[in-house]
């Protein structure tokens, strides 16, 4: 969910696995650029569900995969964006997939992305909850409730998370041998 | 989900608050009773999906709401077995509402419905799963989304469990009076 933090917590597993994160976020802003579509938020977010409305639910995770395939990834390979449990799918066709999901309360989440203060962070709670219903739409509740590994994210200095983070990865991937994939 | 634990986290939510539980199965079973319906799991199930499909989706909530009202309950109650955010709905218009998640991966559920060995608990990984997708498609994943306080009941012995639970309600309770109403 926005401003859980799950971008953080992809950079810190990419640290402790040695792995590359593949960001579904900028695959779509690479096919945008290549459509001479503006880069900002709200077009981007826009963008993404144009696609998927026209090309099916799972186009994003889809395209990813081509990525993946292109730039020749193998082992394990972070991917930051899951929405939804057809876009899980996609991957656990592919490869092993393990769901890490990052959770902070409604609460921290409005206040970070209150002081993170992008120009697309919402400015009032409602403005926040909209678009918290848009990710529910997606189907983002459903892949959180299934999440192999869980990480709150709650009000934790950067060092306790990598700490949680660290443990319950290497937890996980004690059970996974290195040809396998995993998402985030 | 079934098997992360939700009802030992009432448990002890219950003696940490002093706050009396009220399960929403329990609801179903009484109304079950009245109505003269075999109280086996499976007739339970069949029954609350058809007290949903006729009545709404919220009317398990209302119905444990009268409940609460008849048995003259006040201060905080703690509510075990919400499956959607219309049944949240419910009791945030009747006062504050903490939701509570308890996450556990697909792999420690099922391993603990194994090994709970109920008459009706999951006999193999695909009933598992079915089991699994009916309660997504109540919505119960949007409720985990947005909870305010995540509980991780991941291989963790009862005292650390315990402790964790105290740790976050005295925290999440610190900014609730004592008029207000909680959710699990």
Do not use: C
Not at 144 to 159: F, P, Q, R, T, Y
């Amino acid at each position: 969910m926005p401003g859980s933090g799950k971008s953080v917590v992809s950079r810190i597993i990419s640290s402790i696995l040695n792995a590359e994160v593949v960001s579904m976020g900028d695959v779509v802003r690479e096919e945008a650029i290549r459509r001479g579509i503006p880069q900002d938020t709200v077009s981007m977010i826009k963008f993404a569900e144009e696609l998927r409305r026209n090309y099916g639910k799972d186009v994003i995770a889809k395209m990813t995969l081509r990525h993946i395939k292109r730039r020749g990834l193998t082992g394990i390979v972070i991917i930051d964006g899951i929405r939804s449990l057809n876009e899980v799918k996609v991957f656990s066709d592919y490869g092993k997939v393990v769901i890490v999901a990052v959770h902070a309360s409604p609460k921290t989440r409005y206040e970070r992305l209150r002081s993170r203060g992008r120009k697309d962070d919402p400015r009032s709670w409602d403005e926040f909850k909209i678009r918290d219903d848009k990710e529910l739409r997606f189907g983002i509740g459903n892949v959180i409730a299934l999440a192999d590994v869980m990480i709150v994210n709650e009000g934790k200095s950067l060092e306790d998370l990598r700490s949680e983070v660290e443990f319950k990865i290497k937890e996980a991937f004690s059970h996974v041998d290195n040809q396998d994939r995993s998402g985030s």
